[in-house]
T-cell receptor
Framework: NAGVTQTPKFQVLKTGQSMTLQCAQD?????MSWYRQDPGMGLRLIHY???????DQGEVPNGYNVSRSTTEDFPLRLLSAAPSQTSVYFC??????????????FGQGTRLTVV | ELKVEQNPLFLSMQEGKNYTIYCNYS?????LYWYRQDPGKSLESLFV?????AVKQEGRLMASLDTKARLSTLHITAAVHDLSATYFC?????????????FGTGTRLTIIP
C-alpha cells in the first residue's frame, strides 16, 4: 500500500523556471491538499481539493496552480519560480471530505530550492 | 482568520520528567489534531479529537480538548529520548462547506538523557 507518493524528493530550480510537483494517492481519498513548510511557520495550506474537478485556494496560493482531473492525482505547478518559494512541500489526503473527522495522510515531502 | 498558537515553541526536558504542550486557537472548532514530525521526515498522525472534553492516550502521550476554552493540551509523562520530535496541532475551519486544516507553528521537543 503506497499511500501518498510525492515526486521528486529534491529539486533545484532557477528563478523563473516552471515545474510540477507530483502527488498521487492510492487510497481513493476525495480530499487532497498541498502545504508548504518553512522554519518557524508550521505548515501553510496552498491549495486543496474536495474531489475530482474541484479545487480551492488555501492560505498562500499565489504563484501556484493546481488541477484535479482524477481522484488519484493532485499536481502542484509553479509557473515562474521565485526564491521565496524555496521550501519543503507536503501533499496530504484525507478519507473524509466534510467534515474532516479523520487524520490526514502525508507524503514524504519535496524539498525545493530556487536559486 | 483562524490563528493556531502553540507554546512553548521550543522545549528541552530531561528524561523521566512530565510536561505539557499547549495549543490555542482563535475561532470555533470542535475538531483538533496532533501530529509528530521527526527531522527531515513527514508528519505522522498522533491523535484526532472530535468533541469537547475528548481525551486520548497513547503510551506516554495524552491529548485533551476543551472547545469552550479553545485549548488543547498534549501531556508527556516520564519523557524518553525517542519522544524527541516536533509536535504540531491543527484545527479545521469550514470554508463555505469545505473544510481547511490550519496548523500551529509547532513545538520542538528535545529530551535530554
Amino acid at each position: 500500500n503506497a499511500g501518498v507518493t510525492q515526486t521528486p524528493k529534491f529539486q533545484v530550480l532557477k528563478t523563473g523556471q516552471s515545474m510540477t510537483l507530483q502527488c498521487a494517492q492510492d487510497m481513493n481519498h476525495e480530499y487532497m491538499s498541498w502545504y508548504r513548510q518553512d522554519p518557524g511557520m508550521g505548515l501553510r495550506l496552498i491549495h486543496y481539493s474536495v474531489g475530482a474537478g474541484i479545487t480551492d485556494q488555501g492560505e498562500v496560493p499565489n504563484g501556484y496552480n493546481v488541477s484535479r482531473s482524477t481522484t488519484e492525482d493532485f499536481p502542484l505547478r509553479l509557473l515562474s519560480a521565485a526564491p521565496s518559494q524555496t521550501s519543503v512541500y507536503f501533499c496530504a489526503s484525507n478519507p473524509d471530505r466534510d467534515p474532516l473527522n479523520t487524520e490526514a495522510f502525508f507524503g514524504q515531502g519535496t524539498r525545493l530550492t530556487v536559486v | 482568520e483562524l490563528k493556531v498558537e502553540q507554546n512553548p515553541l521550543f522545549l528541552s526536558m530531561q528524561e523521566g520528567k512530565n510536561y505539557t504542550i499547549y495549543c490555542n486557537y482563535s475561532t470555533t472548532s470542535d475538531r483538533l489534531y496532533w501530529y509528530r514530525q521527526d527531522p527531515g521526515k513527514s508528519l505522522e498522525s498522533l491523535f484526532v479529537l472530535l468533541s469537547n472534553g475528548a481525551v486520548k492516550q497513547e503510551g506516554r502521550l495524552m491529548a485533551s480538548l476543551d472547545t469552550k476554552a479553545r485549548l488543547s493540551t498534549l501531556h508527556i509523562t516520564a519523557a524518553v529520548h525517542d519522544l524527541s520530535a516536533t509536535y504540531f496541532c491543527a484545527v479545521t475551519v469550514s470554508n463555505f462547506g469545505n473544510e481547511k486544516l490550519t496548523f500551529g507553528t509547532g513545538t520542538r521537543l528535545t529530551i535530554i538523557p
